[in-house]
């Protein structure tokens, strides 16, 4: 950000209003956002170019053309939630930007992911078991998906790839704290939904990474559209080739188990500690009943 634009932003009155979270977080990224022409279309590198850039490139935009379907499915499910509605169409809409971005990338290389391919992940989600649930398994996706493109960032030889994945990272890793506001808000309402929380981080993270799947591909992966294709399993089997060592994996984990103690009060290190909770929630059902 230039001189004049950090000036402008300063400028800008904040909405202090504790149930309009959404326009804090809209001026904030309004500072630390970027635009497709910010990106060094210039310096691409054609003679850079590797194969597996490119399926990196078609899967990542798999996931986050999935982006339209959630928000659509966000906004259905929180229908009595202005403020987080808000927050959705915010968080979508850079999202989307993911999208486009790495698909200009794509056109650069000399390759493309179809429109027929894109539009079959238009398909809407179903709503999550609770309300809690659905917003916990956000946390998860953009916490995933900022130490993704991190350590991707790192291990391209290609320039303008790697500025992608670095812009995209630090989006991901902003659309997480929110996540985690709006799970934390919920749960303070709705106790009751703790139990499905902690449901949640096991039930996605609770296998080995060689076995992990991404929510997107566990439910859109049965689409016939996309068989043969690219899709976000391609996209973390190369992060688990980049990140040999699993440091960064572990940095991951270490900053999911962060967010869902703070959000269950249970102190998570390790999926033991994930299931001894899963326990307790259900002893508490089981008294309260």
Request: with cysteine; charged share 25%; net charge negative.
């Amino acid at each position: 950000m230039s001189a004049t634009d950090e000036r402008r932003a300063g400028l800008v009155p904040v909405i202090d209003d504790a149930e309009l979270h959404s326009a804090r977080v809209f001026t904030t990224y309004q500072r630390a956002t970027w635009e497709l022409d910010q990106i060094p279309w210039d310096e691409f590198r054609a003679d850079l170019v590797k194969p597996e850039y490119v399926v990196f490139a078609k899967g990542a935009i798999m996931g986050e053309s999935n982006s339209v379907a959630a928000t659509h499915g966000l906004l259905e499910e929180f229908a009595d939630d202005y403020d987080f509605s808000q927050f959705a169409c915010i968080w979508g809409y850079q999202e989307v930007q993911h999208h486009l971005a790495f698909q200009t990338w794509l056109k650069l290389a000399g390759h493309a992911v179809g429109y027929e391919k894109i539009a079959a992940m238009r398909e809407p989600y179903p709503p999550g078991v609770t309300k809690a649930a659905s917003l916990a398994t956000n946390v998860i996706c953009e916490v995933l998906t900022n130490h993704l493109y991190k350590c991707v960032s790192r291990d391209v030889e290609e320039p303008v790839i790697a500025k992608i994945m670095k812009r995209a990272s630090g989006d991901e890793a902003r659309h997480a704290r929110e996540f985690a506001y709006y799970t934390a808000r919920r749960l303070a309402k709705h106790p009751e939904e703790c139990a499905s929380v902690v449901e949640t981080l096991y039930v996605y993270m609770g296998t080995t990474r060689d076995m992990y799947r991404h929510p997107v591909s566990r439910f859109k992966g049965h689409l016939p559209e996309l068989e043969g294709h690219e899709t976000i399993d391609h996209v973390f089997r190369h992060f688990a080739e980049v990140d040999a060592d699993g440091q960064e994996w572990q940095k991951c984990c270490e900053q999911l188990f962060a967010y869902f103690s703070e959000l269950t009060g249970h102190r998570l290190t390790k999926m033991a500690d994930v299931r001894r909770a899963i326990a307790a929630e259900s002893a508490k059902t089981t008294v309260t009943a």
